[in-house]
C-alpha cells in the first residue's frame, strides 16, 4: 500500500508541470501581498504637526507629546513643529494650532481628509500631553497614568499583519492548485482514469489531498520566511505552527477540490478557491484577533477556521504564555469535516455509476 | 472457445433516447470485435456499458464473467480502454503518461519499468519518449493511449474509434499493432464507423444502426450472405422509371444516391453485363458501369435502406 502511495504521490509532484504558472501564483502572492500591504499601506510612524506660535506652549505640549510615546516600542505618532497659519494649506492632513480662547491656552485641531482612525489617534495623543501638562500644574491632585502592557515589548503591527496572513497563504496554496488540477482532469477528460482505475478511491484522494496540504505549506513557509527577513518575527515552536499550516492547507486542498468537482471548470473553481481564501482570511482575524472587534464579526469567525488558526499561531510570534490548545482541536474538527464533505463529492462526480438500474 | 463477455437483452436509455435497444451478443476471447454503425448506432454507449462507466436500465452484461458495475474492481484490473477522444496530459511526455497509469492501475509495480519500455518500443514511440505529448501526432497519440490500455497487461481491450483522425499511415501502424496484441492472446472490443477499418481488422461484427443490432458475423459472412454483385449505373440524364428497368435484369434493392446514378443489386451481374448497357442505352447516354462485390456499406444499405456513410 505504501508503495502505492507513494507513486501516487510521484504521479501528483509530476502533474505540477501541467499548473506551473498556478503553483508559482500560490507560493509567491501571498508573500508579494503581504510586502507590499505591510510595507506601502502600514506605516510605521506618522508625524503629528504643531504650527508653531509666539506662546510658550508651542514647546512644552510638543515636549509632552513626546513624552507620551510607548515606553517599549516604535514612537508611532512623532510631534512636529511647523510654520503654519490659518488659511494655508493643512500638511500632511493634519495640524494643531494654538491659541488662546476666553482667557485659556487651547489646542485647536484641524483635519483635513484623514483615516478617521488616525484622527482617533491623533486626538488621543493630544489629550494625553495635555493631561501632562495638567499634572505639571497640579501636582499630586492631578491623575497618573501608568502603563502596564501584556508584552514585554511593543510587537510591530507587520508582525500580526503578517501572522495572519500565513493560514491564507496555506489556504491559498492549497485551493488555487486544488481547483487546477482537479477541475483540468475534466476538461481534458483525464477524469476517466480515475473512474476505471483499480486503485482504491482512498488512496488516489489521499495522494492529491496530502499533496495539496505541503503545497499549502510551502506557500505560507514563503511568506513565513518573508516576515522574517523584514521583521526578524519567526513561531516558537515551529513544529506547531507547521502542524496548524498544514491543517489549513488541507482544508483549501478540500475547499478548491471539491469546488472543481463539482463545477468541473477551472475558472469558475479558482474564483471560488480565490473568494473562499480572502472571505475566510478577512474574517477570520487577518487585522486583529477576532474577539477585539466583537458584533457580527466576532459571531461569524466562529465558524472560519482562520480564527482558530490566528488564535493558535498568536502565543507562537507574541511572548505571551497561554497558548490555545482548543484551536488545535476545533481546527481538526473543521479538516475533518472539510475530507468528509470531498470524500462524498468525489465519489458523487468521479465514482458514481450514471443512474441506477431500474 | 470461451466467452470473454456475454450480452443479453441490454437496454440503455438517455431520457426519452432509446440508446442501446434489448441488445445481446457474446464475444469470444483473442477475437478483435467490431462494433460498426453510423454516429449514434450506439457504440460508445455499449462500450460504457460493458466498461461500468454506465448502467444499464435493464438485461445483462458480463465482462470476464463479471458484472462491470457491482463487480467493477474485478473488471477493471483486466480491462483497457481507449476512448474516442484521446485523453492525455498534453504537458507530460510519454513516459510520465505511462507512469501515471501505472500507478492507478498496475497490480504489480515492481514490472511497471520493463512494460514501459517494451511498449514504447512496439508502439515506435521510443525515440520521442521524452518530449511532450503536446508535440505527437494524431497517430502518436492514438499509439501512446493504446501503450497506456496495454501497460497493467488487461484480458479485454475496449478501443473506441482507433483511427478517428488519423492518416493512412498512422491507421495502418495501429491496425499493425492491435494485430500483434491480438495474436498475444488479447481481446478487443473496437467501435468504428470506418467500413475499411473493420473489415481490415475484426474477426466478428455487429452492426448496430439506432441502438440495435442490424445483423452480425464475419466480414466475409456478411459481405457473402448479402449473395449479390453491386452494379452502379451514372447516365444522363438520369433513370426516370429506374424500378423498371432494375426488375427487367432481375435485380433488387434500388436506389438512386445522387442525380444520374443509379444503384442495384444483382446475382451474377458479369453476365448480365450487356444485357443492362442494351437496356439503358436505349433511352439514355451511358457514361460509366461499375460492377463491385458487396462492401460492409452495402451490407448495412441491404439491411436499413441507408448507407453507413450517411449515419
Not at chain 2, 55 to 79: C, N, T
Request: glycine share 8%.
Amino acid at each position: 500500500m505504501m508503495k502505492r502511495l507513494l507513486a501516487l504521490l510521484r504521479n501528483e509532484l509530476v502533474m505540477t508541470r501541467t499548473t506551473l504558472s498556478i503553483h508559482l501564483l500560490g507560493f509567491f502572492q501571498p508573500a508579494l501581498m503581504f510586502s507590499l500591504m505591510a510595507f506601502v499601506l502600514v506605516m510605521p510612524t506618522f508625524e503629528l504637526y504643531v504650527a508653531r506660535s509666539s506662546l510658550p506652549l508651542g514647546e512644552s505640549l510638543v515636549e509632552a507629546m513626546v513624552q507620551v510615546n510607548s515606553p517599549i516600542g516604535d514612537a508611532y505618532i512623532e510631534p512636529l513643529l511647523v510654520e503654519w497659519q490659518q488659511g494655508d494649506d493643512i500638511p500632511g492632513g493634519q495640524v494643531v494650532e494654538l491659541a488662546i480662547s476666553d482667557g485659556m491656552p487651547t489646542a485647536v485641531q484641524h483635519f483635513d481628509l484623514i483615516d478617521s482612525n488616525i484622527v482617533k489617534n491623533y486626538r488621543n495623543r493630544l489629550t494625553s500631553a495635555g493631561l501632562i501638562l495638567w499634572e505639571e500644574e497640579l501636582g499630586r491632585a492631578a491623575i497618573q497614568i501608568e502603563e502596564r502592557p501584556l508584552l514585554p515589548v511593543d510587537v510591530p503591527y507587520n508582525v500580526y499583519f503578517g501572522m495572519g496572513m500565513l493560514p491564507l497563504a496555506a489556504w491559498i496554496g492549497a485551493s488555487f492548485v486544488a481547483a487546477f488540477l482537479s477541475a483540468q482532469e475534466f476538461e481534458f477528460k483525464t477524469i476517466q482514469e480515475y473512474r476505471l482505475a483499480p486503485a482504491h478511491w482512498g488512496l488516489v484522494l489521499g495522494a492529491r489531498l496530502l499533496r495539496l496540504s505541503l503545497t499549502g505549506l510551502l506557500s505560507s513557509m514563503v511568506l513565513m520566511i518573508t516576515l522574517y527577513v523584514f521583521e526578524q518575527a519567526w513561531p516558537s515552536p515551529l513544529g506547531l505552527a507547521l502542524g496548524m499550516l498544514v491543517l489549513m492547507g488541507l482544508i483549501g486542498a478540500c475547499v478548491g477540490t471539491s469546488a472543481a468537482l463539482v463545477l468541473k471548470q477551472t475558472l469558475p473553481s479558482f474564483v471560488i478557491a480565490l473568494a473562499s481564501a480572502f472571505f475566510t482570511w478577512i474574517m477570520g482575524g487577518a487585522f486583529g484577533l477576532p474577539a477585539g472587534f466583537g458584533g457580527v464579526y466576532e459571531a461569524v469567525s466562529r465558524w472560519v477556521p482562520n480564527s482558530y488558526a490566528v488564535r493558535a499561531l498568536f502565543p507562537l510570534y507574541y511572548p505571551i504564555e497561554p497558548s490555545h490548545p482548543n484551536s488545535y482541536l476545533i481546527l481538526f474538527v473543521f479538516a475533518t469535516a472539510a475530507v468528509i464533505a470531498t470524500i462524498l463529492i468525489y465519489r458523487k462526480s468521479v465514482l458514481s455509476v450514471e443512474e441506477v438500474r431500474q | 472457445m470461451t466467452n470473454v463477455i456475454s450480452v443479453q437483452s441490454a437496454v440503455r436509455r438517455y431520457g426519452e433516447l432509446l440508446a442501446v435497444d434489448g441488445l445481446s451478443f457474446d464475444v469470444q476471447k483473442g477475437d478483435v470485435f467490431g462494433l460498426l454503425g453510423p454516429n449514434g448506432a450506439g457504440k460508445t454507449t455499449t462500450i460504457h456499458l460493458l466498461t461500468g462507466l454506465l448502467d444499464r436500465h435493464a438485461g445483462k452484461v458480463e465482462v470476464l464473467g463479471f458484472d462491470p458495475v457491482q463487480q467493477s474492481r474485478q473488471v477493471h484490473q483486466q480491462i483497457g480502454y481507449v476512448p474516442q477522444e484521446t485523453n492525455m496530459y498534453m504537458d507530460l511526455n510519454a513516459e510520465e503518461n505511462l507512469w501515471h497509469h501505472a500507478a492507478l492501475y498496475c497490480a504489480d509495480l515492481t514490472a511497471v519499468p520493463d512494460r514501459i519500455d517494451m511498449l514504447l518500443n512496439t508502439t515506435n514511440l521510443w525515440e520521442r519518449r521524452r518530449d511532450r505529448v503536446r508535440t505527437y501526432s494524431g497517430g502518436m497519440k492514438r499509439r501512446l493511449a493504446l501503450a497506456r490500455a496495454l501497460l497493467h497487461d488487461p484480458q479485454v481491450i475496449f478501443f473506441d474509434e482507433p483511427t478517428l483522425g488519423v492518416d493512412v499511415q498512422g491507421k495502418h501502424a495501429i491496425w499493425d499493432h492491435v494485430q500483434e496484441q491480438r495474436e498475444s492472446g488479447k481481446t478487443f472490443v473496437v467501435s468504428t464507423n470506418d467500413m475499411q477499418e473493420a473489415d481490415a481488422l475484426c474477426d466478428r461484427l455487429l452492426i448496430l444502426d439506432h441502438g440495435r443490432v442490424v445483423t452480425a458475423g464475419s466480414p466475409e459472412e456478411l459481405k457473402a450472405e448479402l449473395g449479390r454483385d453491386v452494379v452502379t449505373l451514372r447516365t444522363s440524364p438520369g433513370i426516370k422509371n429506374a424500378a423498371g428497368l432494375v426488375n427487367a435484369v432481375g435485380g433488387q434493392a434500388m436506389s438512386q444516391p445522387e442525380p444520374g446514378m443509379t444503384r442495384f443489386e444483382v446475382r451474377d451481374a458479369e453476365k448480365l453485363v450487356e444485357d443492362i448497357i442494351l437496356a439503358v442505352r436505349k433511352d439514355y447516354r451511358l457514361e460509366s458501369i461499375r460492377i463491385a462485390r458487396p462492401s460492409l456499406d452495402d451490407v448495412f444499405l441491404h439491411h436499413t435502406g441507408r448507407a453507413l456513410r450517411d449515419g
